[in-house]
């Protein structure tokens, strides 16, 4: 995988879709062979390591948003920055809420949040830390239709905007043509790749506040 590539990735349920990602962020090992992210041979990280590596360049983002409920936004998306002993946590969360179009909502909780904006504060959480890779597993599970279009251009707009390296896993073949590349799996392996026609991976609108 390049630096800079969209990819989209497909299968059923239980063809090891998100098992894949969990291995590229460092959260599971691989039965065998290297892996390597960002010049990092995973295998050879202990775990306080491969910590600092997923914290530093990596950014994930679930179908079940997982933000701390006792939180507000801003603190939320500051503490990743807080344990890699950011002293401008607060300012850098602010900048990166800003960013996803939540300006107004520093002070809510998760729980005063639509499930849209609740997806776009993860967002900010997962690239406030300057992550170069982002992981995208089902991102529009739990939301409506209309939100979910939202923040998949959302999405694909951050990563044309910062270059980042982002993968989407997801069920909608639709979705996945967005990207530069579709990989498709089944039971664990890789059955299939293509390159969608460029006209599919055209973003449709702009939604980041700058």
């Given at each position: ?165 982002f993968v989407l896993i997801t069920h909608d ?38």
């Amino acid at each position: 995988m390049s630096a800079g590539e969209t990819v989209g990735l497909v299968g059923p349920s239980g063809s090891g879709k998100s098992t894949l990602l969990m291995i590229m962020a460092g959260l599971e090992a691989p039965s065998r062979g290297i892996v390597q992210v960002a010049g990092h041979t995973l295998g050879d990280l202990g775990e306080d390591r491969l910590a600092a590596f997923r914290r530093d360049h990596v950014g994930i983002v679930f179908q079940s948003f997982h933000l701390i409920p006792t939180m507000t936004a801003e603190e939320n998306v500051a503490l990743p920055l807080e344990l890699k002993g950011e002293r401008k946590a607060f300012e850098k969360s602010r900048e990166a809420l800003a960013r996803v179009g939540l300006e107004a909502r520093l002070s809510h909780y998760p729980g005063q949040l639509s499930g849209g904006e609740q997806q776009r504060v993860a967002l900010a959480r997962a690239l406030v830390t300057g992550a170069r890779l982002l992981l995208a597993d089902e991102p529009t599970g739990n939301l409506d239709r209309a939100t979910g279009e939202e923040i998949i251009e959302l999405m694909f707009e951050v990563q044309e905007r910062d270059g980042i390296t982002f993968v989407l896993i997801t069920h909608d073949p639709a979705l996945a043509a967005r990207c530069g590349r579709v990989v498709h799996l089944l039971d664990g392996r890789i059955s299939a790749q293509e390159k969608p026609a460029p006209e599919t991976r055209r973003p449709a609108r702009r939604l980041v506040t700058t």
